[in-house]
């Protein structure tokens, strides 16, 4: 009886797997994925903010970014960096992505000169990747993004 409940129990543990696995592959690929960004941007000083965007076949994306230093004091206003992305990105090694980037954007309300830069991008998980840019503009800057695809 033991052995029973022992086979039966794998039996239906190895069919849940099956099953799992059938799910993630017979899916169909969307050519269009929307991404949300939790982003860490260095221009001029530290800044943290959130970027919004859509997703071509993982190789292009267009994305709306806004970023601030959340830091209060003498100044009546914080530092903000906020504007357009865009990027196209190729596959170097399996679960990493090299590619331009360039940003359109204002900075405290002022347009800034055309930020060009150089992204790289990690595969962590099928809809979660780490991403690290650095550019020039009218500034050096650096960023560090958390991207998370929705499907």
Known sequence: MKKLVILVTMLVASNLAIAQSYYYKAR??????????????????????????????????????????????????????SGVQSSIMFPVLEQVQVGPSVRVATYNEEFQKLFIGAEVRFDMSKAWKF??????GEKDGFGLKLIWNMY
Do not use: C, H, M, W
Request: net charge negative; proline share 2%.
């Open 28 to 81: 169909e690929e969307k050519p269009f994925t929307f991404q949300l960004a939790g982003t860490y941007f260095n221009y001029g000083g530290d800044l943290f903010g959130v970027q919004l965007g859509v997703n071509y076949k993982e190789v292009f994306n267009i994305s709306y970014f806004n970023t601030r230093n959340y830091q209060f004091g003498e100044r009546f206003i914080d530092d903000r960096f």
């Open 131 to 136: 991403a690290i840019e650095y550019g020039k």
